[in-house]
């Protein structure tokens, strides 16, 4: 068992830490939650889904990527 976060893991596996992390801490978020677009008093159809709602305020995307690329 893995006790440190290193680079190369799957975005889902940071999501699930992220979101066991969040509850240690007691705060409140929502997980692939769907939202609206809204555009000048319109909604777009195509409704998106962020990884996690934070105490419906702070939208987060989780992003993965191989950590033998160099850039």
Not at 15 to 30: A, D, P, V
Not at 39 to 44: A, L, Q, T
Request: with cysteine; glycine share 2%.
């Amino acid at each position: 068992m893995t006790t440190n976060l290193g680079p190369g893991l799957l975005e889902s596996v940071y999501h699930q830490y992220l979101e066991r992390e969040l509850q240690l801490k007691n705060i409140s978020y929502l997980s692939e939650h769907v939202i609206d677009v809204e555009y000048k008093d319109i909604v777009v159809n195509t409704a998106r889904r962020i990884d996690l709602l934070v105490e419906n305020c702070l939208i987060i995307e989780l992003k993965s990527v191989d950590s033998s690329s160099n850039s």
